[in-house]
């Protein structure tokens, strides 16, 4: 699984961090999320997808390889 995110998108809500800070943080500088493990392990996929279901901007996709 890949973890996607469409930047230009994201409306810094910071949900995602929430739901998985291990796979989430934002920009200082304007709080827009970027993706700190794009290939999170299986321990990691309840709270991705957590954060798609929970992104108020729908910016966030999980893709299977």
């Known amino acids: 699984m890949r973890v996607e995110l469409d930047e230009p998108k994201c409306v810094a809500a ?6 998985a800070p291990d796979v989430f943080d934002q920009r200082d500088e304007d ?9 999170p392990g299986a321990e ?4 991705v997808r957590e954060a798609v ?7 966030i996709r999980l893709v299977e390889e």
């Open 53 to 59: 279901a929970i992104c108020p901007a729908a910016a």
């Open 31 to 39: 709080g827009v999320a970027v993706v700190l493990d794009e290939h």
């Open 44 to 47: 990691l996929l309840d709270g």
């Open 14 to 19: 910071g949900q995602c961090v929430m739901a």
